[in-house]
């Protein structure tokens, strides 16, 4: 085995000598070993214990019921959750969710958790491993293998399917044969997981994978993708579908993680308006995240040093100047990736003169016009569509050139436009 122990913040020994002391076993188990095993800074500490969930609560003060009906009690420790669950072992399965019972045996708890690296616990106290399914082999190996036969594993739960692709992508690990024909076999059971779940597991693809492509290639390959992305799937079927496949894949390997409405953004690009909003929807995305991401993918791209200020303010009106940052990013990635098009320093430059000309304040919506319809009322204009028209008329004047937004010049070009637009002239 390589890297060694297991470091965890000084509340895992204490949370655990309080259980023991009383006798109940505990062990620190999933995530956080595995992370440890491979020398990586662990994220969540979670720990397993045969005590159950009312006896947890009544051994510390402060504790947060996190998932009772599931035997998961948090404890707050220096600001920090743990969660505690008492050892399971599943007593039915359907393939969207397992039914559990408590048990009384780390090893049985062990054996319903998915793949051999995720099934590895760590005593705390007496630093011993317990790795009943040699998951620690299976990380020097570089093998993602299930706990079990995986055809059984996945029926439990299709979820473990898309489970795999991002282990496999996340920590470079080559994929079972058996665990891949399995999830070839089962690809299209994956339709009847709840979009959340769906949803979720390509989140974290997205978020935490230094490079997505080895998981989005596995959902592609395994049949995964076309039944629970068909609008994806349907784009590559285009004649020039698999080249915008893969040169998204280069685009998103230039994206760092941590920002997953980008990523996905990237993924969308070239993908019909349409079909997006679909995905979207499907996946029940919140409408704030749907939002930003169809806005993102669908931006068109920053004016060049060629195009006028008037261009670049036009831009950032039609776009909005939230769009500015995200789509710049985007684009610097695209141009990382391509051999084609703008160069990366020549995206700097775009983004640059379009952030000075942010600076300035310019004024880029009707609502930042000096003139609005109480005004016009006061010229003597009817209100109706006319209005909206001539402020849009007027704002593109202004985007023009900005300092065309004074009240004098608002007010003779409204009527103007009025009387062009055949309204009657205004009362004396
Ligand atoms: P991450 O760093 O992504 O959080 P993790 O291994 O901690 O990775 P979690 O989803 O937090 O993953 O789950 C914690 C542990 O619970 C896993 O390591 C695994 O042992 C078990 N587990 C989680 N989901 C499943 C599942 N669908 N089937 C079986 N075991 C699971
Ligand atoms: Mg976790």
């Known amino acids: 085995m390589k890297a060694g122990q297991p470091a965890p913040p000084s509340a895992v020994h204490w949370i655990t000598s309080r259980l023991e002391d009383r006798g109940f076993e505990t062990w620190t188990v999933g995530g956080a070993v595995r992370d440890a095993i491979l020398g990586r800074p662990s994220g969540d500490w979670d720990l397993a214990t045969r005590a159950t969930p009312n006896e947890v609560r009544r051994i510390f003060k402060r504790t947060v019921p996190i998932g009772i009906e599931h035997g998961t009690v948090g404890i707050l420790k220096g600001g920090v959750l743990y969660e505690i669950t008492t050892f399971r072992r599943d007593v039915e399965t359907d393939g969207r969710h397992a039914v559990v019972r408590f048990s009384d045996s780390i090893d049985e708890d062990l054996a319903r958790r998915d793949f051999t690296i995720n099934a590895i616990a760590w005593h705390a106290l007496r630093r011993e491993l317990r790795d009943p399914f040699d998951g620690a082999g299976d990380l020097n190996r570089g093998l993602l293998r299930t706990v079990g036969t995986a055809e059984e594993r996945f029926q439990e739960d299709y979820l473990r399917i898309l489970r795999a692709f991002r282990f496999a992508g996340r920590f470079g690990l080559r994929v079972d044969e058996e665990l891949f024909s399995a999830a070839q076999t089962f690809s299209d059971r994956l339709a009847t997981l709840s979009a959340e779940r769906v949803r979720e597991e390509l989140l974290k693809v997205l978020d935490a994978d230094p490079d997505p492509t080895v998981a989005l290639e596995a959902y592609r390959t395994s049949g995964a993708l076309a039944v629970l992305y068909p609008e994806w799937a ?14 998204g894949l280069r685009v998103m390997g230039h994206l760092p993680p941590g920002r ?18 679909a995905l979207l929807v499907r996946l029940r995305f919140s409408n704030r995240m ?3 991401v169809a806005r993102i993918a669908a931006a068109r791209a920053l004016p060049d040093g060629g195009e006028s200020d008037a261009a670049v303010r036009l831009w950032l009106s039609r776009e909005g100047p939230e769009m500015l940052a995200p789509s710049a990013r985007l684009e610097l990635a695209s141009a990382r990736a391509a051999r084609a098009g703008p160069s990366p320093d020549e995206v700097v430059d775009r983004w640059r003169r379009a952030r000075a000309a942010l600076r300035a304040r310019p004024p880029l919506s009707v609502g930042d016009l ?19 028209e001539i ?5 593109g004047e202004v985007l023009e050139s900005p300092e065309r937004n004074e009240p004098d010049y608002l007010d003779r070009r409204a009527l103007e436009v009025a009387s062009e637009e055949g309204e009657a002239s205004p009362r004396e």
Request: hydrophobic share 35%; proline share 8%.
């Open 234 to 247: 349907r784009r590559m079927s285009d004649p020039d579908g698999s080249t915008w496949w893969d040169d």
């Open 260 to 277: 997953p409405s980008l990523r996905l953004a990237s993924r969308l690009r070239g993908v019909p308006a349409a079909d997006t909003a």
């Open 290 to 292: 749907a939002d930003r």
């Open 370 to 388: 000096r003139i609005d319809g109480r005004r016009l009322k006061g010229l003597g204009l009817r209100p109706g569509p006319l209005f909206g």
């Open 391 to 395: 402020l849009e008329v007027l704002l």
